[in-house]
């Protein structure tokens, strides 16, 4: 996906999810709540919505329902190939994004800031290219209950083992049906994922995790002030 780990870089010839584009289109699974977090807190809008990392374009319907109209970008060529039809797309990197500064109304984020090690600098990224008073949404992994140090192979009992503040780049996981253990991924321990947030000068509004009973997803959404301080009404939640 967009920004995701690559084998040589972010230039070079092949996204890792390249290899798992098939398997990840015909079997993965979206997460309980997923939908319905990314439907809470982007709300109901006009205009171009901006999916970063957008993959196959899974929650482009989502956010049509809302009223926007959903565009994506995505670093893996046979994700976007999926996505072609459901969405319009490009192939971008998401520390880089095509678009002019103040030019967006809404952007989301839906699963990927464990692909990005650079995520800091998508955000910032994300409040050059929002319009005063744009809305952003991301939705991820949570930082607490669920990464390499999270056993969760029995839902009633979830273990946390150490690790949580080691956020290097590893397949570990608990289970071998998931992408992490395809792919790879980073972990943000909380403190750092929200500080990434106001350090690139978008102010946290609400908040949200999955429905499970501890929870595998957390999300957010901010905001870019307007000048003066003023903002545009938020949508309803």
């Known amino acids: 996906m967009l920004g995701h780990a690559v084998h040589a870089s972010v230039d070079g010839v092949k996204a890792a999810y390249?290899?798992?584009?098939?398997?990840?289109?015909?079997?993965?699974?979206?997460?309980?709540?997923?939908?319905?977090?990314?439907?809470d807190?982007?709300?109901?809008?006009?205009?171009?919505?901006?999916?970063?990392?957008?993959?196959t374009g899974a929650h482009a319907e989502t956010v049509r329902s809302l009223g926007w109209t959903p565009i994506g970008l995505d670093l893996s060529t046979k994700m976007l190939g999926y996505a072609n039809g459901r969405l319009p797309v490009a192939r971008a990197n998401a520390e880089h994004l095509p678009f002019a500064d103040d030019s967006l109304p809404a952007v989301v984020s839906v699963m990927v800031h464990t692909d990005m090690p650079g995520y800091p600098a998508v955000l910032r990224e994300v409040r050059r290219v929002l319009r005063p008073?744009?809305?952003?949404?991301?939705?991820?992994?949570?930082?607490?209950?669920?990464?390499?140090?999270?056993?969760?192979?029995?839902?009633?009992?979830?273990?946390?083992?150490?690790?949580?503040?080691?956020?290097?780049?590893t397949k570990?996981?608990?289970?071998?049906?998931?992408?992490?253990?395809?792919?790879?991924?980073?972990?943000?321990?909380?403190?750092q994922l929200l500080n990434a947030f106001p350090e690139a000068?978008?102010?946290?509004?609400?908040?949200?995790?999955?429905?499970?009973?501890?929870?595998?997803?957390?999300?957010?959404r901010a905001r870019k002030q307007c000048t003066g301080g003023h903002r545009e009404p938020v949508a309803a939640a």
């Open 18 to 39: 390249d290899e798992i584009a098939d398997w990840y289109e015909r079997e993965f699974q979206p997460l309980p709540g997923l939908y319905r977090q990314l439907g």
């Open 41 to 55: 807190l982007l709300g109901s809008g006009t205009g171009l919505c901006l999916e970063i990392g957008c993959g």
């Open 133 to 169: 008073g744009g809305v952003f949404v991301h939705v991820g992994v949570h930082p607490c209950f669920c990464g390499h140090f999270a056993d969760r192979a029995d839902p009633a009992s979830i273990v946390i083992t150490p690790g949580y503040h080691d956020g290097s780049w």
């Open 172 to 191: 570990k996981s608990w289970t071998d049906q998931g992408v992490r253990n395809r792919v790879g991924a980073a972990h943000w321990p909380a403190h």
């Open 201 to 220: 000068g978008l102010t946290l509004e609400r908040f949200g995790e999955g429905d499970e009973p501890t929870p595998i997803t957390f999300s957010v």
